[in-house]
């Protein structure tokens, strides 16, 4: 029975050995990404950490030097990093800007001082413009409330509102698409031209007037509005092989020939912006001059 039962823990020990093992030999996988600073701090950009961050502040006199410099580091970075001062508006704020400035001058209380000052000269110039703002310290404020006091009341809902414009067509919007496109369909960029066409407001951009003409029936696919690629110097058109073969044929009529014998100053000459090297691999290409024979040894 003993001997059963020792059996057993070798086997089960075994079995955790051989999963160890493969969990050894599975490759592992680390990816690096560049860490975007201003992302992770719009994370902290909401009344309630502010708060937090102005709580901690009002204890300045009792917190260590490194606290007060992280709390005031981290409301900078809020304020003028992410251009939130508004979220400093606050009553409670002032009053601990107040006390921060009543303090004698010394190097301990240096940069909580001239925070205080930034932000507290801020407000008035705000509030010398909207009065509105010796009411608004009343209230702690959310991201939203910071972008309409910084760009006038009523600016989200403005923005909603030319966005909604710029997605939707009238009739008449509608007609003078489908003129613009049959006057720029043969055009390489078809969108960029009727984009330059359109009047500014509401702004459209590529993608909605592509969208647009496939749903009003111009074209059935986005694809067929793609810019068009030009030849370069160094691609051959059907006009380009007409114009070779139309040469070759008036001073070569029996072809092929060796490259020795064509003029390829008077090619270079025909085809400018193409390379003597890129003209020769080309008739050979198309069997007008005859391509080396390899030697025989003996």
Not at 29 to 57: D, G, I, P, R, W
Not at 90 to 108: D, W, Y
Not at 234 to 240: F, N
Request: hydrophobic content about 35%; glycine content about 4%.
């Amino acid at each position: 029975m003993s001997a059963g039962i020792g059996d057993a823990t070798l086997d089960i020990e075994e079995s955790e050995d051989e999963e160890q093992e493969i969990a050894d030999e599975v490759p592992t996988e680390t990816y690096e990404s560049e860490f975007n600073m201003k992302l992770y701090l719009q994370k902290f950009a909401s009344s309630h950490v502010v708060k937090t961050y102005c709580y901690l502040l009002k204890d300045y006199r009792s917190n260590t030097d490194v606290t007060n410099h992280c709390v005031v580091k981290m409301l900078h970075r809020i304020a003028f990093q992410l251009k939130m001062c508004p979220l400093l508006y606050q009553l409670q704020v002032f009053k601990t800007f107040q006390s921060i400035l009543n303090e004698p001058a010394t190097s301990r209380m240096k940069e909580m001082q001239v925070f205080a000052k930034h932000i507290v000269g801020r407000f008035f110039e705000v509030a010398s413009d909207n009065p509105v703002m010796f009411v608004e310290v009343l209230f702690w404020k959310s991201s939203a409330d910071c972008y309409e006091i910084s760009e006038g009341y009523g600016s989200l809902a403005r923005e909603r509102d030319a966005k909604v414009r710029a997605s939707t067509w009238t009739r008449e919007q509608e007609e003078e698409l489908a003129e613009l496109y049959q006057q720029y369909q043969e055009e390489d960029d078809i969108v960029g031209c009727i984009i330059a066409a359109l009047p500014s407001i509401p702004p459209r951009t590529r993608q909605k007037v592509a969208a647009q003409l496939v749903r009003q029936g111009c074209v059935t696919s986005t694809k067929e509005l793609r810019k068009k690629k030009r030849p370069t110097g160094t691609q051959w058109t059907s006009e380009d092989d007409e114009k070779l073969q139309e040469y070759m044929g008036a001073h070569h009529p029996s072809t092929p020939v060796l490259l020795g014998q064509v003029d390829m100053d008077a090619l270079i000459d025909l085809f400018p912006g193409k390379s003597s090297s890129n003209i020769e691999r080309h008739l050979k290409k198309l069997g007008f001059v005859q391509r080396p024979r390899k030697r025989q040894e003996n």
